[in-house]
T-cell receptor
Framework: GAGVSQTPSNKVTEKGKYVELRCDPI?????LYWYRQSLGQGPEFLIY????????DSGLPNDRFFAVRPEGSVSTLKIQRTERGDSAVYLC????????????FGPGTRLTVL | GNSVTQMEGPVTLSEEAFLTINCTYT??????LFWYVQYPGEGLQLLLK???ADDKGSNKGFEATYRKETTSFHLEKGSVQVSDSAVYFC??????????????WGLGTSLAVNP
């Protein structure tokens, strides 16, 4: 079956612009996570959704970052007024159940802010 | 807070050599432990996991044992192949409020296996 997909795979934008990154989780997975991976680092947690609600957004670095999951499936990570420091690979993962130990990762979106 | 420390790379080995990548963790409770692998140009894949002390995770010839007394989860393989060349990440998760099982990650260890 289809895995987690993320679009676009690459996004280049200019400082100050707005971007949206999309995640399509595995069908039926209720839990969804966003992580950010900077060059040479391990991923860092951003936000967790259980169904439609953001159950934990403590990893979002500031109020320029926001994510939604309106129907409990597709999620969009939104970044306003992008800065060069936002450049990273943004990873999405889904789990079949809340509290499940296993997360399935998408290929990531590489964001470059010029 | 929780954290994961893994040995720095890059690690370069010849084919059929023995591999160890060290991983230690700090956690307030009883975490689950994971090794993920990222092959060149691909996404993160779960390699193996262990959910309680003394559990051994294994997959594709790789093994790691959850050692609570030493807070370690070292990755081992007896005979590496060129196809094992990848970046390996150690990670932990604990149950948090709302069943959040966010992963806490090490920095990753790059492995290159030469023929």
């Amino acid at each position: 079956g289809a895995g987690v997909s993320q679009t676009p795979s690459n996004k280049v934008t200019e400082k100050g612009k707005y971007v949206e990154l999309r995640c399509d989780p595995i069908s039926g997975h209720t839990a969804l996570y966003w992580y950010r991976q900077s060059l040479g680092q391990g991923p860092e947690f951003l936000i967790y959704f259980q169904g439609t609600g953001a159950a934990d957004d403590s990893g979002l670095p500031n109020d320029r970052f926001f994510a939604v999951r309106p129907e409990g499936s597709v999620s969009t990570l939104k970044i306003q007024r992008t800065e060069r420091g936002d450049s990273a690979v943004y990873l999405c993962a889904s789990s079949p159940l809340a509290g499940s130990n296993e997360q399935f990762f998408g290929p990531g979106t590489r964001l470059t802010v010029l | 807070g929780n954290s994961v420390t893994q040995m720095e790379g890059p690690v370069t080995l010849s084919e059929e050599a023995f591999l160890t990548i060290n991983c230690t963790y700090t956690a307030t409770g009883y975490p689950s432990l994971f090794w993920y692998v990222q092959y060149p140009g691909e996404g993160l894949q779960l390699l193996l996991k262990a959910t309680k002390a003394d559990d051994k995770g294994s997959n594709k010839g790789f093994e790691a044992t959850y050692r609570k007394e030493t807070t370690s989860f070292h990755l081992e393989k007896g005979s590496v192949q060129v196809s094992d060349s990848a970046v390996y990440f150690c990670a932990l998760s604990e149950a948090n409020a709302g069943n959040n099982r966010k992963l806490i990650w090490g920095l990753g260890t790059s492995l290159a296996v030469n023929p």
